[in-house]
């Protein structure tokens, strides 16, 4: 109990916006608290008040590695305790305050002059050289341990999902370039696909918090972003081979009109994947030709990283082959250049000027007719309705309907059909998602305790909350009005929509707004009747 009191005033003290330390001073506080003779479990709860102290990766970090870098020499515990523990608070910090598993960049960082450096710089370089650059840590039985503890973890791939996500995180971080954890990732990758596939044929995909499938898309994600933190000699094999299996997986789930899962688990695995491949320095153009298809179709991704990567890619892909324009730039080079200029009232000329330059009008005169590059602004332009921009709107579509007069019309509507029932596909698993979040809000959403799996849920849900693929398939409709004639000519492909908007979207929506009514009426009438 004093120890608990001792904790809880140092806490006060530090947080204070009142009470200031000199330089030579700052740490003694610290010092104080994270004593040897300490309940490791009252130095973990200490440690996670003590995240939004400015000071934390300075002064507290040091101390909590110093902590348990004496726990392991003197008490060690049983059962991997201490090891648990402390990559428990290292993922729960990077989680809630690095946000590391963020699956897009903002525009700050994504300016054209800056986008290689950040794309190559692979992120969290602080706190890599906060640990890995702490000669005392790397060599200290702690380090020792939690390499071990880790490559185990990693190796054995037990029940315990919390292990394996902490282990997954903190990896790159803690550890230096080790080729025997890289080994044991890739072999870990391996696994978790195949148990995907497996999953997708013995998945009953009930009402529940997380499938196990979904479970696995999240650890190929983490696996496939801890082996591009690790190691700059990733093989672009192995992450084009994980790339054509997902992407089996997906279209399986279209397919069969599955929508009981979260897609936006795939959609973050394949943008740590795109991220990972484009890091790769061996790519060949025969290996890229593989997934030519999918990362012409990842052109129309609601996420700007995965646009980004795919015209990287797709550049590796066709250099030399596309022609150039006066300005010395050929149709990804514009796609780029698109994709990089902020969308904002200070900027979007700028980005409609470059847009301007995807009218089939332009493009014609850089692209053979022939070559798989001619559906490239096409599909882009898909990408572009998820801007959250209204001025960039009208143009797009304007662009969208003189493709559609430009193209050949099976060819044209292949590409627009396509995009058109994935999009129906993603709002329906979207709505699904959201009934079941519903259906989760007697859920204590003011638990202090960690969890890390609710945490991956936010994330989740944060991600799919924030696109608007209703607004999209609207601005689709919207372009439709320009090719009415083709329309009319495909309604065997429209009407079955139609009919799936009907059934899995209007109609469970009224369903639930006159459940909804009938519920306040009840509760309006009960407490009339109770007054």
Sequence with gaps: EFTQAFFNLGKLVLLSDNVKF??????????????????YKLVANLTRSLFDYALFETVILPNLISYFESQINVNYQTHNLLEKTFLSLITEYLLVHKKVLDID??????IIDNYDHLIKTKGLIHLNRLFQGDKKYMESKLNVKITEFIITQIDTWSSDSDILINSLITCPILIVKNSLLIEKIRNLSSKIVDQIDLKLNEESFEDKEMTQMELNCYFLSLTIRSLSL??????????????CKLNRVKESLKNELKINFDFNSFDLSSNHLL????LCENNEKNDLSLILDYLKIELSSAYASNRLNSIKLLSKYFVNVLSLNDENENILDICLKTELTPASLDEYRQKIYYLQKLDPI?????????????????????????????????????????????MKINDFWQIFSEFLSDLTHKIECKGHAWRKRQNKMDIDENDMDFNLMKCLDKYRYANMNSIDYMNNRLLMCKSMQGFASICEGKTRMLIPLFFRFMNNEYYKEENRLLSTSYDDLTKKYTRGNSN
Aim: glycine content about 2%; charged content about 20%.
């Design 105 to 110: 960049y903002s525009n700050t960082e994504t």
């Design 275 to 278: 991220h990972c491949l484009y």
């Design 362 to 406: 332009v493009c014609n005169k850089l692209i053979n007719s022939e070559n798989a590059s001619r559906e490239i602004p096409l599909r882009y332009l898909f990408g572009i309705l998820y801007e959250n921009f209204k001025l960039l709107w009208e143009p797009s579509v304007k662009l969208i309907q003189s493709w559609a007069a430009d």
């Design 230 to 243: 690790l190691s700059e000699t990733v093989s672009s094999n192995l992450i084009i081979n994980l790339i």
């Design 22 to 39: 000199s330089i030579e001073k700052v740490n003694v506080l610290p010092i104080n608290l994270y004593q040897d003779k300490c309940d």
